[in-house]
């Protein structure tokens, strides 16, 4: 598919296991978005991460071009996968995670790898750090303000808030990101966040470029 001046891309915030929600949201934009952008944090808190993931991986082979981005819970959730530290993944909702792919806490490493199939655990490998097109700058966290795009840390484009948010530091497009909950998406010049809480109650939502239309559905009150 050409990549035109007037060809749509999709961005959509963070999902967190809502996996009802995300197929509602998909139905009301899919057929819209020649470019379809996920700003990460598919797993934890929500209860059908593993479903999020395979619906994720299902559109990669169906649709012509989709791009989902790590998000800090996806780092967490591989770092747990392949033997790292998971004191914060459990902190943050991983316990979900594990219950969507039948894992118990105490599961052995050799019983991660079962029960984890082998394109998920890919996937999450796979994951970039930000994306860019025509239209904007896309990451899930923010950018550090004064750094080239190259120089940008996963510590800044997976974790940061306040530092991000109140920068005014111009990268040239606007940059669409999730991670920080608005109860509106928060649309501004040069920054715009669309996560607004899913999985608290609040509402998956989606962007549309170059027009800013925005489309939301409900979350899934799961953590209120």
Request: contains cysteine; negative net charge.
């Given at each position: 598919?050409m990549?035109?001046a007037?060809s749509t891309t999709?961005?959509?915030g ?17 057929h819209?978005?020649d470019?379809?952008v996920?700003l ?5 808190r929500?209860p ?26 996806d780092?967490?959730?591989?770092q747990y ?13 991983g316990m ?74 111009d990268?040239g497009?606007?940059?669409v ?9 928060y ?11 899913a999985?608290y ?9 170059p027009d800013?239309?925005?489309i ?9």
């Amino acid at each position: 598919m050409m990549h035109t001046a007037d060809s749509t891309t999709c961005v959509i915030g963070d999902i967190h296991g809502c996996h009802a929600s995300l197929t509602r949201l998909l139905e009301k934009v899919l057929h819209r978005a020649d470019t379809l952008v996920f700003l990460g944090d598919y797993v934890d808190r929500g209860p059908h991460s593993r479903e999020v993931i395979a619906t994720i991986l299902s559109l990669c082979t169906t649709h012509p071009r989709v791009v989902p981005l790590m998000g800090n819970h996806d780092f967490l959730f591989l770092q747990y996968l392949t033997g790292g530290d998971s004191s914060i993944f459990f902190r943050c909702g991983g316990m979900q995670t594990l219950t969507s792919y039948g894992l118990s806490p105490s599961a052995t490493q050799e019983e991660r790898m079962k029960r984890v199939p082998p394109e998920h655990l890919a996937f999450l490998r796979s994951l970039p750090l930000f994306w860019e097109d025509r239209h904007a700058l896309y990451v899930h966290a923010g950018l550090q303000p004064g750094r080239h795009l190259s120089q940008q840390t996963a510590q800044w484009c997976l974790w940061t808030r306040e530092s991000f948010l109140l920068s005014t530091h111009d990268f040239g497009k606007p940059i669409v990101f999730g991670h920080t909950v608005f109860p509106q998406p928060y649309l501004t010049p040069d920054k715009i966040g669309i996560d607004t809480g899913a999985v608290y109650g609040g509402r998956l939502t989606a962007l549309l470029l170059p027009d800013r239309e925005v489309i939301s559905v409900p979350g899934e009150a799961v953590l209120t």
